[in-house]
């Protein structure tokens, strides 16, 4: 006879946590986010300007080496060099860094979409082309520092148009390969029925980086995450837990009985 899992249920709360600041995943998760200031976002600016000014001073030492005694060959060069420098520079950079240049990193922010994804090559090509609104345009940058200012995100022309948000880059945690779970105390009787079978190793990835990195999120966000893995987990293998048993409470119990079968470190850190 089969057994039909148990559903939780999410509470729903008619209070947005985060507001306009937020981020909303195409799963519907509303993520807490640190925007990044008005003099975080200037300071990154004028550390990769100075990149850029060091680097085209260089390249028109070298170019004025190469074309010697041509003119127009060395203007026509230094000027393809600085197009390519106001342009190619931030796209470059990040799309390789995922929404990252120097200055940025070095200032701890990051751009990513508007629904938390890394940046691509069309949002950086399109950030870069606003820039020319936000920088190059008269008076001079003011237009993208107030848009900067006045808007809920800080989302400058380039960010309206790319679709992106310039957020505080999150601390990164490394997860032990080899940590243990146990079931909560009072549910080890209970942890003993769960057949952990059918779990496959992506699932144990999954489940395993959110109960040991969830402390990053907001309360209600983590709730939201561990209530929908729960339920994917309980269809797939297939349980019926009792409905005192949380739902983090089900997964952990589900992680342990999996680790006492195959070990640890079955998935990568």
Request: hydrophobic share 45%; proline share 7%.
């Amino acid at each position: 006879m089969s057994v039909e899992p148990v559903q939780w249920q999410e509470r729903v709360s008619t209070v947005d946590p985060v507001g306009d600041d937020g981020i909303i995943t195409p799963e519907a998760v509303v993520l807490d986010v640190d925007t990044a200031g008005f003099a975080s976002r200037i300071l990154a600016g004028l550390l990769d300007l100075t990149v850029q000014v060091l680097a085209l001073f260089v390249i028109t030492v070298v170019l004025g080496i190469a074309f010697a005694g041509d003119e127009s060959g060395t203007l026509t060069a230094l000027a393809v060099a600085t197009f390519l420098m106001l342009f190619g520079y931030p796209i470059l950079f990040e799309t390789w860094l995922r929404g990252r240049t120097p200055g940025t990193m070095a200032l701890g922010i990051r751009a990513v979409t508007i629904d938390g994804a890394p940046i691509r090559l069309r949002e950086s090509t399109l950030r870069a082309m606003g820039g020319v609104v936000d920088k190059l345009l008269p008076p001079g940058g003011i237009t993208g520092a107030l848009f900067v200012l006045l808007t809920p995100r800080h989302q400058r022309v380039g960010d309206l148009i790319a679709g992106t948000i310039v957020i505080r880059d999150p601390e990164r945690f490394v997860v032990t390969p080899a940590l243990w779970f146990s079931a909560p105390r009072g549910l080890e009787a209970y942890a003993e029925t769960i057949d952990p079978t059918a779990i496959t190793v992506e699932q144990y990835t999954v489940i395993r980086s959110f109960l040991t990195r969830g402390r990053v999120l907001s309360p209600q966000v983590r709730a939201t995450i561990a209530v929908d893995l729960a339920n994917r987990l309980a269809a797939e293998i297939r349980h019926r837990p009792p409905q005192y048993v949380p739902p983090e409470a089900f997964l952990i119990c589900a992680m342990a009985r999996y680790q006492r079968r195959n070990g640890p470190g079955r998935a990568r850190a």
